[in-house]
């Protein structure tokens, strides 16, 4: 457990420098997977630390119960991870289990729908396997964004839920509202369907952290572990803890082997035909039309690093230092909506003719 913690500080001391992606919390609530998948190149750490006191004759005893989250995308829509939590109730002790040890790898594919945090409904579905229940676990998870509010649904399927035979579906639903772009609140609820089991619930105040790609979240909820199936579980006693989610770009590990790049003009000489600033989390020029042949200039004006990636495949920038710039030509006609990796809300559109 401690070393998990030390690997936990460690992370975010490395990356707390500049802005890396986030996968933020300010889109999904503390007891649903949501719809996001990271992207390429990047490496999500989310850490979920959940406690409950038991009181005692002798004193209380505090009960620790996280689950790390680590993944990375492999394509444009696609993620692949896995969940590691050390104190699972899937499986009761009663029934001879060996381990409270509970791991789920997974992958994820974004059916439908732009970047995390953009307007609209998101389609992700989640295939899973659940080492300690040994269970091949699913989840259909949806989500719709319009301004302040996201409405989160899921349904999920267990082969061997919570460890016995007989598949059972479950299902869950949650509401998150931003107050304002650091400061959102969250709530929901899930539950397998039929007798025996409890509910899983949560609330959450869910916080960006500013000038950072960290979120955080303070929570209150009965469920233990931050899988499939433990989304859909609660236990007798109400669990306090937080969220924290740390994007490690992986790029921004190469000086340690190549020597600090040059934060100089990138991409090709080409007639600029439009300028668009990066500045307050914002494309400035979010729409711009040129003609094919023109090229874009980039121009990061903040004080953290942006990134144009584009939702189709035209390569992208890499991410760029304050006042670093990026120059792209456009030889194809069409529509080319883009998005910074660091910051899925910063959007943007190029129409060539
Ligand atoms: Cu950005």
Redesign the pocket.
């Known amino acids: 457990m401690r070393r998990f913690i030390g690997v936990a500080v460690a992370l975010f001391v490395a990356t707390t420098a500049g802005?890396l992606p986030a996968q933020s919390l300010l889109y999904r609530s503390a007891n649903l997977g949501g719809t996001w998948v990271v992207d390429p190149g990047v490496v999500q750490f989310n850490f979920v630390h959940r406690f409950y006191i038991v009181p005692g004759t002798l004193g209380h005893v505090v009960v620790n119960d996280p689950t790390f989250t680590l993944a990375t995308g492999v394509g444009p829509k696609v993620a692949v991870g896995g969940q590691f939590a050390t104190h699972s109730i899937l499986i009761s002790q009663a029934s001879g289990a060996q381990s409270t040890n509970e791991t789920q790898l997974f992958a994820r594919w974004r059916a439908w729908g732009g970047p995390e945090g953009s307007e609209g409904l998101h389609v992700s579905l989640t295939p899973a396997y659940n080492l300690l229940a040994k269970s091949v676990d699913g989840e259909l998870g949806a989500d719709w964004t319009s301004g302040p509010v996201t409405l989160e649904g899921a349904a999920r399927i267990a082969a061997k839920p919570l460890g016995q035979s007989g598949a059972r579906a479950a299902f869950g639903g949650g509401v998150v509202a931003r107050v304002n772009r650091y400061v959102a609140l969250s709530t929901d609820v899930g539950s397998f369907v039929g007798p025996t089991v409890r509910a899983a619930w949560s609330a959450a105040l869910n916080l960006l952290i500013p000038g950072s790609p960290h979120t955080f979240s303070l929570e209150v909820s009965n469920a233990v572990t931050s899988t499939i199936q433990g989304n859909s579980i609660g236990q007798a006693q109400r669990l306090y803890g937080f969220e924290f989610t740390i994007p490690l770009h992986l790029k921004r590990f190469a000086p340690w082997f190549h020597g600090s790049p040059k934060p100089a003009a990138l991409g090709p000489a080409a007639a600029v035909a439009a300028e668009v600033r990066?500045a307050a989390?914002a494309f400035q020029t979010p729409s711009v039309t040129i003609s094919a042949g023109q090229a874009v200039r980039w121009t990061n004006d903040?004080a953290?690093?942006?990134?144009v990636t584009f939702d189709g495949t035209e390569p992208g920038s890499p991410l760029l230092p304050p006042t670093g710039t990026y120059v792209h030509r456009f030889d194809t006609p069409g529509t080319y909506p883009y998005h910074?990796t660091?910051?899925p809300f910063?959007k943007g559109v190029i129409v060539v003719k």
């Open positions: 802005a990066m989390y903040d953290v690093e942006h990134s910074c660091p910051h910063m």
